[in-house]
C-alpha cells in the first residue's frame, strides 16, 4: 500500500478497540505494517482479518501489559520478526478506580502502575534497540490531562500517568543523539470505553470520536516531524489543525 507510512513499521498496543483502533487503522489507511499489540487476541485478530482485506500489512501479537513476562515474550516476537520499529505508540491502559486517595485500594494502584508505568518501561527496555535501527523513530506516549491537572478521584490513574510522563521525557533525554523523537499526546475527553466508565452519566454523543484525532498520531509518526518533548492537547490541535 502506498501512503505516508508506507515502509514504516509501527507496533500499537491496546489496539483492539477505541483510541488504538483507530490509530492502527490510520496507520494501515497510510501504508505502515502495523504490529497489533493487546491481550484480547480474539478481538485482534478480528482487527487484524479487516485491515488485511483492505491490503494492510498486519502482525498480531498477544500482550498482557499485566504480565512481565508476556511484555518480554512479545517484544522477542517483535524483534525476531522485523529488524527495525519505525513507530512506537503507547496506548493501552488501566483506568484504575474512582476512589479518593486517603482510601484507594492498594492491589488496584499497583495493578495500574504495572499497565500504565512498568509494562511501558519494559517495553521501552525491549524495543530500544529496534528504534534505535530506524532512520527516524518516533515514540508516542498517551497521556491525559489529569496528569498535569488534580482532580478528585482519580486516583491511581492520574498518577501513573503522571509517572508514565516522566519516564517518557528521561527515556527522550537519554535517546538525545539518535534520531528517535519522543512526544505526548492528552486524547481528552473521546467518545471510548474507558470514558464511559469514567464518567458513566456523560452522554457519549457529545464526545469527538477516536477516529477524529488518528491524524494527528499520523503527523507525530512521519519521519519529518521533528517535534520533541511535546505535550499535545487533542482538542486544541483539532482546533487549530496548525501543529505540522
Same mark, same amino acid.
Given at each position: 500500500?502506498?501512503?505516508?507510512?508506507?515502509?514504516?513499521?509501527?507496533?500499537? *498496543?491496546?489496539?483492539?478497540?477505541?483510541?488504538?483502533?483507530?490509530?492502527?487503522?490510520?496507520?494501515?489507511?497510510?501504508?505502515?505494517?502495523?504490529? +497489533?499489540?493487546?491481550?484480547?487476541?480474539?478481538?485482534?485478530?478480528?482487527?487484524?482479518? @479487516?485491515? *488485511? !482485506? #483492505?491490503?494492510? &500489512?498486519?502482525?498480531?501479537?498477544?500482550?498482557?501489559?499485566?504480565? @512481565?513476562?508476556?511484555?518480554? !515474550?512479545? #517484544?522477542?516476537?517483535?524483534?525476531?520478526?522485523? =529488524? &527495525?520499529?519505525?513507530?512506537?505508540?503507547?496506548?493501552? !491502559?488501566?483506568?484504575?478506580?474512582?476512589? %479518593?486517595?486517603?482510601?484507594?485500594?492498594?492491589?488496584?494502584?499497583?495493578?495500574?502502575?504495572?499497565?500504565?508505568?512498568?509494562?511501558?518501561?519494559?517495553?521501552?527496555?525491549? +524495543?530500544?534497540?529496534?528504534?534505535?535501527?530506524?532512520?527516524?523513530?518516533?515514540?508516542?506516549?498517551?497521556?491525559?490531562?489529569?496528569? #498535569?491537572?488534580?482532580?478528585?478521584?482519580?486516583?491511581?490513574?492520574?498518577?501513573? &500517568?503522571?509517572?508514565?510522563? $516522566?519516564?517518557?521525557?528521561?527515556?527522550?533525554?537519554?535517546?538525545?543523539?539518535?534520531?528517535?523523537?519522543?512526544? *505526548?499526546?492528552?486524547?481528552?475527553?473521546?467518545?471510548?470505553?474507558?470514558?464511559?466508565?469514567?464518567? =458513566?452519566?456523560? @452522554? =457519549?454523543?457529545?464526545? &469527538?470520536?477516536?477516529?477524529?484525532?488518528?491524524?494527528?498520531?499520523? !503527523?507525530?509518526?512521519? %519521519? $519529518?516531524?521533528?517535534?520533541?518533548?511535546?505535550?499535545?492537547?487533542?482538542?486544541?490541535?483539532?482546533?487549530?489543525?496548525? +501543529?505540522?
Amino acid at each position: 500500500m502506498s501512503g505516508r507510512l508506507a515502509g514504516r513499521v509501527a507496533l500499537i *498496543t491496546g489496539a483492539n478497540r477505541g483510541i488504538g483502533l483507530a490509530i492502527a487503522q490510520e496507520y494501515a489507511r497510510e501504508g505502515a505494517t502495523c504490529i +497489533l499489540a493487546a491481550r484480547n487476541l480474539a478481538a485482534l485478530k478480528k482487527v487484524a482479518a @479487516d485491515l *488485511t !482485506a #483492505t491490503g494492510a &500489512k498486519v502482525v498480531v501479537v498477544e500482550l498482557d501489559q499485566e504480565s @512481565d513476562d508476556s511484555i518480554r !515474550a512479545a #517484544t522477542q516476537e517483535i524483534a525476531r520478526q522485523f =529488524p &527495525k520499529l519505525d513507530i512506537f505508540v503507547a496506548n493501552a !491502559a488501566s483506568l484504575g478506580a474512582r476512589k %479518593p486517595i486517603i482510601s484507594y485500594p492498594m492491589d488496584t494502584w499497583r495493578q495500574t502502575f504495572q499497565v500504565n508505568v512498568h509494562a511501558n518501561l519494559l517495553l521501552l527496555q525491549g +524495543l530500544d534497540a529496534l528504534l534505535k535501527k530506524s532512520d527516524a523513530g518516533r515514540v508516542i506516549i498517551l497521556s491525559a490531562q489529569v496528569a #498535569t491537572v488534580a482532580k478528585a478521584g482519580t486516583g491511581s490513574y492520574a498518577v501513573s &500517568k503522571a509517572a508514565l510522563e $516522566s519516564l517518557a521525557r528521561v527515556y527522550m533525554i537519554e535517546a538525545k543523539d539518535t534520531p528517535i523523537r519522543v512526544n *505526548t499526546v492528552s486524547p481528552m475527553a473521546t467518545r471510548t470505553k474507558m470514558r464511559a466508565d469514567a464518567a =458513566p452519566s456523560e @452522554d =457519549p454523543m457529545t464526545l &469527538k470520536t477516536p477516529e477524529s484525532i488518528a491524524p494527528l498520531f499520523v !503527523a507525530l509518526a512521519l %519521519p $519529518s516531524c521533528e517535534l520533541q518533548g511535546e505535550w499535545i492537547n487533542a482538542d486544541k490541535w483539532l482546533a487549530s489543525k496548525k +501543529l505540522m
